[in-house]
């Protein structure tokens, strides 16, 4: 199975700055068959990014995917207040599907 | 829009089975437009892929789980169910059911199932 690597576990940061997350896979994710979601406490998962660089239906331009191999990173340009959560990365490319560990981002 | 709720037990006791199911509306889960998927968050932990499953029947389960897991279709409800067996303190987590291309874009919004004694 291919492993997802999430760094850094908790990143803090003051609203209107911008994050960079990364996610680092074992092997090579083909078909950059990548995506991101942000979770928040007591809600579900939110689709943001699949296609490692491609938005989610309604998701803001503030958020932006890229890489490819097994490297991928997760850009947000300027933190909203509703934009502090847990961000998990997660590969579709060949069973079984696996998420990276997550990243907290919380206020500075 | 596709919206999916989750519905089961919330405690059950070590080496009972964990019984799930999730119900589906705006989509027809025999049409073949996704797979249903059912994923899990241990508390403190993070997400993790537990199986799915196609309107053929077809399946695929997380190798750890799968000697446990059976997923099955309910088509005449729209409705998916997930059945772990022997359950143990590890399985207490929040269950979540999903649409599955590969990615998850429509989840419902989880049930917590407690397994203790």
């Known amino acids: 199975e291919i492993v997802l690597t999430q760094s850094p576990g908790t990143l803090s940061l003051p609203p209107g700055e911008g994050a960079t997350l990364s996610c680092r896979a074992s092997?090579?994710?083909?078909?950059?068959?990548l995506a991101w979601y942000l979770h928040k406490p007591g809600q579900a998962p939110r689709l943001l990014i699949y296609?490692?660089?491609n938005r989610a239906t309604g998701i803001p331009d503030r958020f932006s995917g890229s890489g490819s191999g097994t490297d991928f990173t997760l850009t947000i340009s300027r933190l909203e207040p509703e934009d502090f959560a847990v961000y998990y990365c997660?590969?579709?490319?060949?069973?079984?599907?696996?998420f990276g560990q997550g990243t907290k981002v919380e206020i500075k | 829009q596709v919206q999916l709720q989750e519905s089961g037990p919330g405690l059950l006791k070590p080496s009972q089975t964990l019984s799930l199911t999730c119900t589906v509306s705006?989509?027809?889960?025999?049409?073949?437009?996704?797979?249903w998927s059912w994923i899990r968050q241990p508390a403190g932990k993070g997400l993790e892929w537990i199986g799915r499953?196609?309107?053929?029947?077809?399946?695929s389960y997380y190798p750890s789980l799968k000697s446990r897991v059976t997923i099955s279709l309910d088509t005449s409800k729209n409705q998916f169910s997930l059945k772990l067996t022997s359950a143990t303190a590890a399985d207490t987590a929040v269950y979540y059911c999903?649409?599955?291309?590969?990615?998850?874009?429509?989840w419902g919004q989880g049930t917590l199932v407690t397994v203790s004694s």
């Open positions: 999903a649409t599955d291309l590969g990615k998850f874009d429509f």
């Open positions: 705006g989509a027809s889960i025999s049409s073949g437009t996704y797979y």
């Open positions: 499953i196609y309107s053929s029947g077809s399946t």
């Open positions: 092997q090579s994710v083909d078909s950059n068959f």
């Open positions: 296609g490692a660089s």
């Open positions: 997660q590969h579709y490319a060949r069973s079984p599907w696996t």
